[in-house]
């Protein structure tokens, strides 16, 4: 696990979706060292959609053999549907108040990785030096923070997705909200023997080791007690120079949109926005500033790396010329909007649950 690695160029990344082995897959997925995909920071960021991934695995397998990757394809178009549908609200408590709630801060031996829980220690430890964690270490971090040490899952996730290189803001707040019993009908809690069994740990007498009626929901251990207030901030890279023809075609890239085939042959100035605004509302690490801006100088050929915010660069003389996809993140752009490649575009607006939603869009694979 620890020696994951997630290469830049287009087509190593294709490569990637062609090995995926969709059995292999179903099997062991919830294990740490079972055969996920590692595409999510391709995903997430815009540079592969969604039905390009089902697509390719799905020459090679069948629609039965395929299912529960589909299926997990499909959830992150499920949160993106509900952030359509809801937009801001999904950094609120979306469906019932998290309870009960402590306080708003982190617990300070989850950001030092010393909870005393080796699976998630680790699991955090990898968090810092690669930039990704498996999907059910990221729930045993959030049962942790917010259903034994009983913080809100806000800061919490805001220092996750401070950390992810596939920081998705829909899948990151309403996962979390989801393990906190905010956006769920019912809290998601683990013990030990549940977490050594998919972390390959073999700990006992931690304060997990019990069985489920026993775990410790009403009283915060020790451990778990001391918090800190999070101070996340973004450091952006200098602006290249920007020369722009007056009637030349201007393309937006940002850091959910970094699609090397979109307009590719076209002519036009290509530019890699990074809006100040939006980072300090939302803060990512160097790893994962460094991260964008490396995907999108080695496939996307001339683009320029501009840190401002769209108001302040453009013109809305210049509206006709800008070309951008659609995304929740940028409804204050002017200009030619394309929709983004979805799974299935006629099914839009809010389900209320996952299930609700996968029964709409099953039939189309
Ligand atoms: C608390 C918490 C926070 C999360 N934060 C993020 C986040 O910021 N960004 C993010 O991309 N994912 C997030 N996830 C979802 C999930 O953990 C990751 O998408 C997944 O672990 C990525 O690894 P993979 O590509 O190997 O996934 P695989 O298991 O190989 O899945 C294939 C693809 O399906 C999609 N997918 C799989 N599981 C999920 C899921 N539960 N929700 C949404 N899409 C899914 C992803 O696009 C993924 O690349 C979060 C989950 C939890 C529990």
Same mark, same amino acid.
């Given at each position: 696990m620890n020696d994951i690695e997630f290469p830049i160029a287009y087509q190593d990344i294709i490569t990637r979706i062609e090995n995926i082995h969709p059995i292999q897959y179903a099997k062991t997925?919830?294990?740490?060292?079972?055969? %996920?995909?590692?595409l999510s920071p391709y995903i997430a960021r815009g540079i592969i959609s969604l039905p390009l991934v089902a697509n390719l695995v799905l020459k090679k397998f069948t629609r039965f053999e395929a299912e529960k990757f589909l299926q997990e394809l499909a959830w992150r178009e499920y949160f993106q549907r509900v952030w359509q549908a809801k937009g801001d609200a999904?950094?609120? @408590? !979306?469906?019932q108040p998290q309870v $009960? %709630?402590?306080?708003?801060?982190? $617990?300070t031996a989850l950001i030092e990785a010393n909870t005393g829980i080796e699976g998630i220690d680790t699991a955090i430890e990898h968090l810092y030096e690669t930039g990704y964690m498996h999907n059910h270490a990221r729930m045993y971090t959030a049962m942790l923070t917010c259903n034994i040490a009983q913080a809100h899952w806000l800061a919490p996730a805001q220092w996750m997705y401070y950390h !992810?290189? @596939?920081?998705?803001l829909a899948s990151n707040m309403l996962s979390w909200q989801w393990v906190a019993g905010a956006f769920s009908s019912k809290k998601y809690v683990a013990n030990q023997e549940n977490i050594n069994r998919y972390t390959n740990t073999h700990q006992t007498e931690t304060f997990l080791d019990c069985d489920y009626d026993n775990l410790p929901l009403e009283h915060i251990p020790e451990v778990l007690l001391s918090t800190t207030p999070v101070h996340l901030q973004t450091t952006l890279p200098e602006s290249d120079t920007l020369t722009m023809a007056p009637e030349e075609k201007i393309f937006i890239y940002n850091a959910y949109n970094l699609d090397p085939l979109w307009h590719k042959d076209e002519k036009g100035t290509r530019i890699l926005l990074l809006e100040p605004t939006l980072y300090a509302r939302f803060p990512v690490s160097k790893k994962v500033i460094d991260f964008i801006i490396s995907i999108a100088r080695t496939n996307i050929p001339d683009i320029k790396i501009i840190v401002a915010d769209f108001k302040d660069i453009f013109q809305p003389s210049q509206k006709n010329n800008i070309y951008y996809k659609e995304h929740p993140l940028n409804t204050h752009y002017s200009g030619n909007e394309a929709p983004r490649d979805w799974l299935?575009?006629? %099914?839009t607006g809010y389900f209320p649950s996952f299930f609700n939603f996968w029964k709409k869009i099953q039939n189309k694979f």
């Open positions: 997925r919830n294990y740490l060292s079972g055969a %996920v995909s590692y999904i950094f609120t @408590d !979306l469906k $009960p %709630v402590k306080h708003q801060q982190i $617990p !992810l290189l @596939d920081g998705d299935c575009a006629s %099914v």
